[in-house]
C-alpha cells in the first residue's frame, strides 16, 4: 500500500483547506486511515482517525468541531476538511493506513498504531 498525500499550501487565519489521501492499490473498509501533523522539534500528533466500515471517526481535542475526516472507497481516497485554521496549524500533514485488529485501541491517534505512512504535505495558516 502506497498513500500520496496533497493539497498543502499556504491559508489565511479562519480560512479552509481539504488535504487528499489517495491509496495505490485497493484499501478494503477494514482499514484505518489516520491523519497525522508534525511541527519541526515536536512529537507526531493523531489528529483524526476513520473506520468506514462501521462509520466510525475520532478526533484530537485540538482540531475537534473544526476538521472533517471523510473517505471516498470508490476513488480509494481520504479526505482532512479544515475549516476555521489558526496559525497553530501550520505542520506537516501525514496521512497513515492500518489494517483494523484487535490489539489496536481506540481512537486510533498513535503513530505506531500504523503501518503505512504518505510522505506528507505542508500547510501554511499565516495572513
Known amino acids: 500500500v502506497q498513500l500520496q498525500a496533497s493539497g498543502g499550501g499556504l491559508a489565511q487565519p479562519g480560512g479552509s483547506l481539504r488535504l487528499s489521501c489517495a491509496a495505490s492499490g485497493s484499501i478494503s473498509d477494514n482499514y484505518i486511515i489516520g491523519w497525522f501533523r508534525q511541527v519541526p522539534g515536536k512529537e507526531r500528533e493523531g489528529i483524526a482517525s476513520i473506520y468506514s466500515r462501521e462509520g466510525t471517526k475520532y478526533y484530537s481535542d485540538s482540531v475537534k468541531s473544526r476538521f472533517i475526516i471523510s473517505r471516498d472507497s470508490a476513488k480509494n481516497t481520504a479526505y482532512l476538511q479544515m475549516n476555521s485554521l489558526k496559525p497553530e496549524d501550520t505542520a506537516v500533514y501525514y496521512c497513515?493506513?492500518?489494517?483494523?485488529?484487535?490489539?489496536?485501541?481506540?481512537?486510533?491517534?498513535?503513530?505506531?498504531?500504523?503501518?503505512?505512512w504518505g510522505q506528507g504535505t505542508l500547510v501554511t495558516v499565516s495572513s
Open positions: 497513515a493506513a492500518t489494517l483494523l485488529r484487535r490489539s489496536l485501541v481506540r481512537p486510533w491517534l498513535r503513530t505506531w498504531q500504523y503501518d503505512f
